[in-house]
């Protein structure tokens, strides 16, 4: 693949990420989650960061446009990781603190497959190629322009997946320990992630040792 045409598309969506904190995300889910990160950011020096009373959609005005039934609970049915994200982002940097989570994420995992790919001792250009057809993907660029939270869990995965690659490939416990930590951040995230755990214990205690005997 030719050079000039990886760095123009390379510059196309940076241009294009750059434009996604400037819409505003109006949809149920997003209008959900903006309400829940700003619902738990404490504002009381008797609570640290956050306060988890609050997550939930009780009393609040995103209620008008939701099924009340699904959502008028005393705790949200997600795990907090994601709104805590957005919570602190929001606190740093404002409203364009939670436009920025998916779109860091949408970096994060490019960045991540990077450097997989590198400890895969994959060729350069089928990188090249690789990460121009993910950082191209229709489907990645659409949630980095939504407040979801399904690009933030992927960048938690890849991360584990990198930390596993690294313990494989070096054979040191503090990686299969930081593994482990974007794992159980992931499933703090989104429940389904806990069908990650089936393959990342295979890996782990079965082809890891393999490789390092």
């Known amino acids: 693949m030719r050079k ?9 969506v940076f241009v294009l990420c750059v434009s996604f904190l ?3 995300h ?4 997003e209008a959900v989650y903006r309400t829940l990160a700003k619902r738990i950011t404490c504002n009381d020096p008797k609570c640290f960061i956050f306060d988890f009373k609050k997550y939930n959609l009780l009393e609040s005005d995103v209620l008008k446009i939701l099924v009340e ?22 606190r740093l940097f404002h409203e364009i603190g939670l436009r ?7 970096f994060l995992i490019i960045f991540i ?14 990188i090249i190629n690789t990460l121009f057809i993910t950082a191209t993907s229709s489907l ?21 997946f990198y930390f596993i690659l690294l313990f ?6 503090r990686y299969s320990f930081f593994a482990g930590v974007f794992l159980f951040l992931a499933t703090f995230t989104k429940y389904w992630a806990l069908a990650s755990y089936i393959p990342f214990i295979y890996f782990l205690f079965v082809i890891s040792p393999n490789k390092q005997r």
């Open 26 to 29: 109006i949809e149920n889910d």
């Open 100 to 106: 920025l989570v998916p779109v860091v994420s949408f």
């Open 168 to 173: 494989w490939k070096r054979g040191l416990l």
């Open 69 to 90: 039934k699904a959502y008028h609970q005393k705790a949200f049915f997600h795990p907090p990781a994601f709104i805590m994200t957005l919570s602190l982002s929001n």
């Open 113 to 126: 497959m990077y450097h997989s790919l590198l400890l895969l001792q994959i060729k350069k250009q089928q």
């Open 140 to 160: 990645l660029l659409f949630n980095a322009s939504k407040l979801w939270m399904d690009l933030f869990l992927g960048t938690l995965l890849f991360t584990s």
């Open 22 to 24: 400037f819409i505003p």
């Open 4 to 12: 000039e045409l990886v760095f123009v598309c390379i510059f196309f």
